[in-house]
């Protein structure tokens, strides 16, 4: 089976710009989360989403926002794109939500490089 | 608000030999997983090793083990018989649970670790 999947691999935006970043979970698996990994640092966590619904997220301003849909892939959306935001964004699956959810399957992320 | 320390930015261990990474955690809650990442030169991030918090018996796979510390808010990771292919960062994750279903997970700094031949 298809681990999680992230497109595109890499991204070179300038500032102020808007991106949009994808991924499609694991088969079966409902609940996405999408992370924020700057170099040398560990990941920050920024939503979560389950059956299309938000149930999570992070300290990051309104520029952020996401969404899923019905087959569970998920899209986070950056609008007025800052140097700042240059980092590798983690996406996540997982078959369920809460103290249900099992763990956490990581994609190979898209690296995001604002100039 | 729940924080996950790794205190050791950088460790090194020889080829076969043990090393342990270190980790503690500050919460509220008694109920919640902790996880052991590892995250290798190509990005992809793999699951170590979890442990849920209301289970007093250590988790182990294979090489990994912790030593999980509930009171002392302590989740080390034991590597034994260290290979050449454990070379990677590694991350302590703490998941928290959220009012409306859901949950995060707040990760460590990370521990890079260097196996010499």
């Known amino acids: 089976d298809a681990g999680v999947t992230q497109s595109p691999t890499h991204l070179i935006k300038t500032r102020g710009q808007q991106v949009t970043l994808r991924c499609s979970p694991i088969?079966?698996?409902?609940?996405v989360s999408w992370y924020q990994q700057v170099l040398g640092q560990g990941p920050q966590f920024i939503f979560q989403?389950?059956?299309?619904?938000?149930?999570g997220r992070g300290n990051f301003p309104d520029r952020f926002s996401a969404r899923q849909f019905p087959n569970y892939s998920s899209e986070l959306n950056v609008n007025a794109l800052l140097l700042g935001d240059s980092a590798l964004y983690l996406c996540?699956?997982?078959?369920?939500?809460?103290?249900?959810?099992?763990?956490?399957?990581f994609g190979p992320g898209t690296r995001l490089l604002v100039l | 608000a729940q924080t996950v320390t790794q205190s050791q930015p950088e460790m090194s261990v020889q080829e076969a030999e043990t090393v342990t990474l270190s980790c503690t955690y500050d919460?509220?809650?008694?109920?919640?997983?902790l996880f052991w990442y590892k995250q290798p030169p190509s990005r992809q991030m793999i699951l170590v090793i979890r442990?849920?918090?209301?289970?007093?018996q250590n988790a182990t796979e294979n090489r990994f083990s912790v030593n999980f510390q509930k009171a002392a808010k302590s989740f080390s990771l034991k590597i034994s018989d260290s290979q050449l292919g454990d070379a990677a960062m590694y991350f302590c994750?703490?998941?928290?649970?959220?009012?409306?279903?859901?949950?995060?997970?707040?990760f460590g700094a990370g521990t890079r670790l260097f196996v010499k031949a």
């Open positions: 996540a699956s997982s078959s369920a939500s809460g103290r249900d959810s099992e763990t956490q399957y």
């Open positions: 088969s079966g698996h409902k609940s």
């Open positions: 989403y389950y059956e299309k619904e938000e149930r």
């Open positions: 919460t509220s809650e008694s109920d919640y997983y």
């Open positions: 442990q849920e918090a209301y289970k007093q």
């Open positions: 994750a703490y998941r928290s649970y959220e009012s409306i279903g859901g949950f995060k997970t707040i």
